[in-house]
């Protein structure tokens, strides 16, 4: 068993492994760490699924971004707003190639719909 990159401290098997398989996520935060280890695996049909159907891109180019290695995940917050909505804020660190690491600070809006939640958005923090 190999450690989650979504850095939950589960196993890949019991935290996003089902997730990617077709499970549904319990929460806005679970589906926003199943979406950064799906990005950590270039899982882009997933990263396309999980996206809602207003925002999403027709089409995603992962294994063009060969270079990228993701290399941890913050989450700082997850506010619910109501029963179908929520907004996760988190920190991913990633390096492109040999360069220096970047940091992807989001704030991150989700959407449940028919028991199913979805990333809508984001906003990027002001430093």
Do not use: I, N
């Not at 019991?14 to 990617?20: M, Q, V």
């Not at 760490?33 to 950590?40: E, I, L, N, P, T």
């Not at 990263?47 to 995603?60: G, N």
């Not at 995940?73 to 997850?78: A, F, G, I, S």
């Amino acid at each position: 068993m190999s450690a989650c990159p979504c850095q939950s401290g589960l196993d890949y098997e019991r935290c996003c492994g089902p997730l990617h398989a077709g499970a549904a996520a319990a929460s806005a935060e679970s589906l926003m760490r199943s979406r950064y280890c799906a990005y950590v695996r270039a899982d882009e049909p997933y990263l396309l699924a999980s996206w809602h159907a207003s925002t999403r891109p027709p089409a995603l180019d992962l294994h063009a971004d060969r270079d990228t290695r993701w290399l941890g995940l913050d989450v700082k917050r997850h506010d619910v707003v109501d029963a179908d909505h929520a907004r996760v804020e988190f920190v991913a660190r990633y390096r492109v190639g040999g360069g220096r690491a970047v940091r992807l600070h989001e704030v991150s809006r989700f959407v449940r719909e028919q028991g199913r939640w979805y990333y809508v958005d984001g906003e990027f923090p002001s430093a």
